[in-house]
């Protein structure tokens, strides 16, 4: 449509510079309205705000957008090293309602790679919507950078997928000790009976002693939450279950 001789995609793009914030925040808003070609330009140019514009409030309102709008917004993903706390969580939970592959695929790197936002990063991921988070923390737990494998171990605890179990047991055999005891706390969190041998295994044999307790801490939670519901010792089941 035209508006006093200019379109609408130009009104928008006006009021995104006018020095009002009020202005340019229903500007923002205005852009959800749109579902043609000017939306992927103004989506466009609403990305490059967030990672450049000077206002806290307009970032924040266009991270919060984002999760209603189309088109490539791995933006988000910066944003994560933003200086405000509230764009940051804004970013987070944007990321989180899309749950867009690529966006992943940019996560997945950013927490192998860009020690600022690894840690939200992983946290994220953590709580990504699709499993195919789970196979890409499981990659990173074999094979990434050590410090990249301990926060994708623990991502993967908070998961709580079931077929992490094995690979966070590998893991928690690891000779780097910051990687074994990520796993531990991880099988920790995942609380899954079938993980008691290889605890009690690595409690009794660990040759460091920080390994030895956090083997030792995560198999006596695990049990203690089984026992707490049923009448018979966990290993006892375990053991009945492999005759």
């Known amino acids: 449509e035209s508006l006093g001789g200019r379109s609408a995609e130009a009104v928008i ?9 009020e202005v340019r925040s229903r500007a923002v808003s205005a852009v959800i309205g749109f579902n043609d070609a000017s939306q992927t330009r103004l989506v466009r140019h609403l990305a490059r705000r967030l990672e450049q514009d000077a206002s806290t409030v ?12 189309p088109g490539d917004w791995t933006a988000l ?10 764009t940051r969580r804004a970013a987070e939970a944007s990321l989180l309602a899309r749950g867009q592959p690529e966006e992943m695929a940019l996560l997945v790197q ?10 939200r990063a992983a946290r994220i ?11 890409a923390l499981i ?7 050590t410090a990249a494998r ?6 993967l605890g908070l998961r709580g997928d079931e077929r992490a179990r094995e690979p966070l047991e590998r893991a928690a055999n690891s000779d780097l000790k910051e ?32 390994v030895r307790e956090a083997a030792e801490n995560a198999y006596n939670l695990i049990a203690r939450s089984f026992l707490a519901s049923n009448a018979e010792h966990p290993m006892d089941v375990i053991e009945g279950e492999s005759k």
């Open 13 to 21: 793009l006006a009021a995104l510079d006018d020095p009002n914030l």
């Open 58 to 69: 307009l970032r924040t309102q266009i991270a919060v957008a984002a999760q209603n709008l």
């Open 77 to 86: 993903v910066h944003a994560l090293a933003d200086p405000s706390v509230v």
């Open 110 to 119: 950013v927490l192998q790679e860009d020690a600022r936002i690894a840690i």
């Open 125 to 135: 991921l953590a709580a990504w919507p699709k499993e195919e988070a789970t196979d």
């Open 139 to 145: 990659n990173i737990v074999e094979s990434g950078p």
């Open 150 to 155: 301990s926060r994708a171990a623990l991502a």
């Open 179 to 210: 990687v074994a005891v990520a796993s531990l706390q991880a099988l920790q969190d995942l609380d899954l009976l079938d993980s008691l041998p290889t605890l009690e295994a690595i409690s009794a044999h660990a040759s460091d002693i920080r």
